[in-house]
């Protein structure tokens, strides 16, 4: 692995985790391809023995909790400033952790990632979600900077506790 790629795609994360906790959405949106696809498969509990992961979760056309283009995370983005975001009423306050990155073998001018994340959320006084999961993310040079070509997020938890997922994960 060239650890300047691993260097590059490891600042590249913390960065959008730093945009998003600080509240900088529209930069936050700058970070993706404008072919981008954001998506979120609903997890399903099964009651058998151990099984693939992918087993548990929905596939495309079904279920899902996101399945965004730049577009629709452009429109959710700015709701965010428009008042009308009433679950963001007043802002949560997040914090993202971004661990276990693995990067495998570049192919073309895309790099698949793969990491776990961790997002704490707190608004109001008594409000706090805790979103833990695993995410694959495709990463693209455009003009020589990383975007996010594509982003699929696995939650380990199939019922929400949370009242709503109004933050970005």
Same mark, same amino acid.
């Given at each position: 692995?060239?650890? $300047? ?18 509240? $900088? ?10 072919? /981008? ?7 399903? @509990?099964?009651?058998?023995g151990p099984g693939e992961v992918a087993g548990e979760l929905s596939k495309p056309g079904e279920n899902f =909790? ?6 629709? =995370? #452009? ?7 428009? #008042?009308? /975001?009433?679950?963001? !009423? ?8 971004? @661990? ?5 073998? /570049? @192919? #073309? @001018?895309?790099?698949?990632? $793969?990491?776990?994340? =961790? ?5 109001l006084e008594h409000d706090r979600d805790i979103f833990v999961g695993t995410r694959t993310d495709i990463l693209?040079?455009?003009?020589? $900077? =990383?975007?996010? /070509? #594509? ?7 199939? !019922? ?10």
């Open positions: 692995m060239d650890e $300047r790629l691993r260097r590059d795609v490891e600042e590249f994360l913390y960065q959008e985790a730093e945009l998003l906790d600080e509240r $900088r959405f529209r930069e936050w949106l700058e970070l993706f391809t404008e072919d /981008a696809h954001y998506w979120m498969p609903a997890r399903e @509990s099964r009651l058998t =909790l996101f399945d965004d283009t730049k577009k629709t =995370l #452009g429109t959710r983005v700015e709701r965010f400033y428009t #008042g009308s /975001a009433w679950a963001e !009423i007043p802002p949560s306050r997040t914090r993202h952790l971004i @661990s276990n990155i693995r990067i495998k073998p /570049a @192919s #073309g @001018s895309e790099i698949e990632v $793969r990491s776990n994340f =961790l997002v704490y959320r707190t608004r693209r040079r455009v003009d020589g $900077r =990383l975007r996010i /070509a #594509g982003r699929t997020l696995i939650l380990d938890q199939a !019922i929400l506790d949370a009242k709503n997922i109004s933050v970005f994960l």
